[in-house]
Nanobody, 121 residues
Framework: VQLQASGGGLVQAGGSLRLSCAAS????????MAWVRQAPGKEREFVGG????????FYADSVKGRFTISRDNAKNTLYLQMNSLKPEDTAVYYC???????????????WGQGTQVTVSS
């Protein structure tokens, strides 16, 4: 599966952004999906995950209540709605696909190219 993330940008603290990840290749609906972020000088951090159906979602504590992950299997697209953004959310955000729903970022097999999110204070 090939993944293409988009939707990043510069936003003020308290603002919102919606990231998208377009998938092509093997059936999108057969994969568990996730968003993972990496800030400068830090390791990749799991943000949110979603199972093969749209009903199983889970999040890192740092974003719970502010971010919402969703998927549209008919459109082969993964989303991340980010509200109440904070400067510490600044990072490159990657979408990832794998066979298992997990909070372990390294367990996902396929990765998009990343989209930069910058939150100013």
């Amino acid at each position: 599966v090939q993944l293409q993330a988009s939707g990043g940008g510069l936003v003020q603290a308290g603002g919102s952004l919606r990231l998208s990840c377009a998938a092509s290749g093997r059936a999108f609906s057969s994969y568990a999906m996730a968003w993972v972020r990496q800030a400068p000088g830090k390791e990749r951090e799991f943000v949110g995950g979603i199972g093969r159906s749209e009903f199983s979602t889970f999040y890192a504590d740092s974003v719970k209540g502010r971010f919402t992950i969703s998927r549209d299997n008919a459109k082969n697209t993964l989303y991340l709605q980010m509200n109440s953004l904070k400067p510490e959310d600044t990072a490159v955000y990657y979408c990832a696909a794998g066979d298992i729903s997990t909070t372990r970022a390294t367990s996902y097999d396929y990765w998009g190219q990343g989209t930069q999110v910058t939150v100013s204070s």
